[in-house]
């Protein structure tokens, strides 16, 4: 089920410089979200910005009927909703997507993020060990930013318990590189992820890595990914990736409705 | 003066409209492509609602339409080039139409082809199905390497692709045109010659982003099709020449975000309009725009919302 309404801002939090997030009092899309979800919000009544921006479902409280989204400052949509104040009421559609698939049994999962990947795998986590009931312990997240000072949510994962591995571009902060490398490394030590349900979010670049990779290798690995979307609903048409789905003909998807999920192994990234 | 503009309470405004043999139960319409086939926002609102719904381009054999990115963001607009991705005529009677039938609203197909042979076939096959109120003849879109726009671009081309069509189909007609021509109402004249019942502006102006960081164009096809309230004044204009010079309804399309905006094409002369861009933005502007018409007819005292059609004052 869809919702279009008013929610309410009840929380804004700034992170970083550029890093924000807001908490939404929304009971109607708590109680329909699952991780990997995400939201379409009208920033504001003007025509400019005119459309909609989607942003994952970063944290997905039940008990308190409330989510918060979790970005960064990028453009004139994101700078908008960084000075919103709590009370304000927001134009939200959704849940949105087909969210992750969790693969049942006693598999120890693998969640790589890249930079603001890092929303839709935090929701995942929380969703992991307090709703699957998985030890933290069995389960590995990587994690890679430019810089030491670009992580956030590190607080999160220590108070979940679950182990993370740091990669960072200058090498400031754990592993010197990108966390792509940080993870065809731990690929190849075979206990790690051979049968093990990986979970993917980054840039373009990391996804598209991140999907050759898990061909190479045949790994299940999900990717949740990102595009402009017009409409969220699947109507348009105009957020697609090529893939592969049947090994036959390439076929287009809409990443709002199709996904933003998919498996990495059926998706064609330019 | 008692008003009544609550949703589903009695009123005292007629808002249907009739055009040729077809009657609107209201003058405000989903426009083509910005839809889909109906059932994404039937979760959102009663689609019951609407005047009408115009479904996303229906062609010959499925579509997977054009490489990514095929949409960016303009000032107050957007661009797309979605490259008419559709399901395929077949599988849309099979699928898609049993859905749609379950409304009580118009439901108006857009046809769309490569080649005038192509929009025969998908007009032949669309005969057979039931509950089809119209079509909508698209020989406007500038998003195809052939046909579409192309037979929208000269007065005889589309006189020639509209007759064709009108000698298969009992089918009332809307035609849909592009502004990206030199001259619309000589092309709005040739589809009333051939038969058309209605004439629908306007589609998509060719439009165009760079990302001047990379030097490379926004949209993987370089050009696609401007839309949003960006380009209402062209529309406007536009209905405004063509129903003066033309005596089919004209169903205006362009912008159209409010109730205002709305009113604004009805006096221009337009009969009907098409909620398009907006759908994205507000799936619920239609119903919004509906309520809104009956508020200012009943404040105005206006019987009828036919006449406000073409009642602007110069």
Redesign the interface.
Known sequence: MVFQKKFELISSQKLSEKIFRLGFFAPEIVKNACPGNFVHIRVGDKSSPLLRRAFSIFDLDLKKDCFDILFKVVGPGTEILSRKSTGENLDLLGPLGNGFEIPKGDRSPVLVAGGMGIAPLMSLAFYLVKNQKIKPEKISFLYGERIKGGFVCLEDLKELGIKTLLATEDGSEGFEGMVTELFLRKVKETSFVKDSPIFSCGPHPMMKTMSELSKKHNLFCQLSLESHMPCGLGACWGCVVKTNRDGGEPDYKRICKDGPIFDAREVELD | MVRYSMPGRWSLTDLSVRVGKTTFKNPVLVAS????YGE??S??FDLNQLGGIVT?SITLNPR??N???????T????L?S?GL?NVGVDRFIQEKIPFLNKFNTNIIINVAGSTPEEYLRVVEKLNHAQGIDMLEINISCPNVKEGGMAFGSDPESAHRCTSSIRKVTNYPLMVKLTPNVKDIVEIAQAVEDSGADCISLINTLVGMAIDFRIKKPLLKTVTGGLS???IKPVALAMVWKVSQKVKIPVVGIGGI?NTQDALEFLLAGASLIQVG?S??????TSVRIIEGLKDYCEKNEIKRVMEIVGKLEN
């Open positions: 492509g910005t839809f889909g994404e926002y979760e959102l996303k997977e339409g490489p990514p990115p095929r949409t960016c963001e000032p107050s607009g957007m797309n979605i991705a949003g309230p960006a975000t861009t759908n994205f933005v507000d799936p619920q």
